[in-house]
C-alpha cells in the first residue's frame, strides 16, 4: 500500500506537475499508436516538449514584469495586502501528499469517465491546473471539515476534481469552436466561468463581423496599434510609467535594481512594458509549436484508446486566434478590479491585492472568447466580467478559506471561487464533522 501511495505521488510530481514531459508523453503515445515511424515519433514528441517549455519561457519573462506591475501598484494605491494566520505553505506542507493523490485518483477517474460516457469527450491535460485546482478543492473541504480523515479527503477530493475535469470544458464546447473554428481540441482552463459568460453575453453589446479587433480601423499614425508586439509593449510600458508616477520612489528604485544595479527606474519601467511583448511573442511561438504535434497526436489516441475524445488544452492555445483581444480583456479587467479595489477600500470591505497574472491570462481569454461573438466590445466585457470575478472572489473566499489557506483567494481564477462556493454550500448543512 505504502509503495503504491509512493507511485502514485510520484506521477503526480513528475508528469501531471511537469507539463513539457505530460504533453511529450501524450504525443509519443499517440503518434506510436498510428504506427508512425520511430523517428517521426520521437520528433514528435520533442517537438512538442520543447513548445511546451518555450511557451513556459515566454511566461517566465513577462510575469517577472506583471509581480513588479503589481508590487507598483499596490504602493501607487498605498495598500497594505491582507495578512494569514494560516499560510499555503503550511497547508501544503501538511497536505500535500493527500493532494498528489487527488490529483492522480481524480485524473484516473476523469479517464474512466470521459472513456465511458463518449459525450464527454474533453481529456483534461492543463497539468499545473490539476494542482491548483486539487489545493483548492482539499482546502474547501477541510473547512467544512475540518476533522476529516486522509482517506477521505482523497476519495471526495478526487471524485470532484475529475467531476470538474470532465464537465469544464464539455459545457464551453460550443463557444470554443466559434473561437479557434473546429473541433480539434477544447478549452482546459479555470477561467472558464468568465469567457463561459463573455461568450453568452458578448452578442448582445456588439457584433464580431463589425467590432472584430484584428480588424480594427484606425488612424494612419496609429496604425502600429496593428501590431499586437508594438501594441502591447507601448500600453504595458505607458501604465508602468503612470505608476511608478505615483509609487514610493525607494520601493520603485528596489524594484528596478533586481532587474539591474545601474539601471534608472524609469528605464526601467520602459523595458517592463518591452519585456512583457517580448515574452507574449515567445509563448505564441511556444503555443504554435506544441498545437502542431498535441492535435494530430491525439488522433491516435482518440481512435484506438478513447474514441471520439479531444485534448483539453491551457489558456494561452486561444491567445494566437485574437491576440488584440487578450490585451482589450486584460487591460479592461485590470480597470475593472483597480475600480472595485478603491471602492473596496473606501467602504471598508477588503483590501484588494491586484493579481496581474491572473488578470493578464483569464482575463485575456475571456477577451477572446468575448471578441468571438461581439468583438472588441464583447471583448471588454469579458475583461469586465474577469475583473468582478476576481475581486469579489478575492473578498469572498479569503474568508472562507481563513483556518487553511486564505493566500489561495489572491491567486484564484474564477472557476476556483466557483468550486469553494459550491463546496461550502453544498456541504453547509453537514459541516463542521
Known sequence: ????????????????????????????????????????????????????????????VFVGGLLSFQTIVGSAFNLTPPKATKTLADFLGTHGGSIALIITIGFLIHVILVRLLPFLRYVYLTGHLMFWISVIVAAALIE???RMGPTALVLWGSVIVAVYWSLQPLYIARAMRKVIGSDEWGYGHTSSAACYLAATLGGAVGSKDKHDTEKLKLPQRLAFFKDVNVSTAVIIGVIMLLAAAFADK??????????????????WAVLVGLRFAAGIAILLFGVRMFLAE??????????????????????????????????????????????????FGAAGWFTLVPPMIMLFFPGGGAG??????????????????????????????????????????????????????????????????
Open 1 to 60: 500500500m505504502e509503495f503504491l501511495r509512493q507511485l502514485l505521488t510520484w506521477i503526480a510530481n513528475n508528469l501531471f506537475n511537469q507539463v513539457a514531459i505530460l504533453i511529450g508523453l501524450i504525443v509519443l503515445v499517440g503518434t506510436a499508436i498510428q504506427r508512425k515511424r520511430f523517428e517521426e515519433v520521437f520528433a514528435a514528441a520533442i517537438r512538442a516538449t520543447l513548445g511546451v517549455l518555450i511557451l513556459f519561457i515566454g511566461i517566465d
Open 144 to 146: 467544512s471539515f475540518p
Open 250 to 267: 525607494t520601493l520603485l528604485a528596489e524594484q528596478a535594481k533586481k532587474f539591474s544595479a545601474t539601471v534608472d527606474p524609469w528605464v
Open 294 to 343: 498535441i492535435v494530430p497526436a491525439f488522433k491516435g489516441i482518440s481512435d484506438k484508446l478513447i474514441p471520439g475524445s479531444r485534448p483539453a488544452l491551457d489558456v494561452p492555445t486561444v491567445f494566437p486566434f485574437a491576440p488584440t483581444a487578450v490585451m482589450v480583456g486584460f487591460l479592461a479587467s485590470t480597470v475593472t478590479f483597480l475600480i472595485l479595489m478603491l471602492v
Open 368 to 433: 477572446v472568447f468575448g471578441n468571438a461573438f461581439g468583438g472588441w466590445r464583447g471583448a471588454a466585457l469579458g475583461g469586465v466580467i474577469n475583473g468582478l470575478f476576481l475581486a469579489i472572489g478575492q473578498a469572498t473566499v479569503w474568508g472562507l478559506l481563513s483556518n487553511t489557506a486564505p493566500e489561495l483567494a489572491t491567486l484564484g481564477d474564477p472557476d476556483w471561487y466557483i468550486l469553494v462556493w459550491l463546496i461550502r454550500l453544498v456541504t453547509a448543512p453537514f459541516a463542521g464533522s
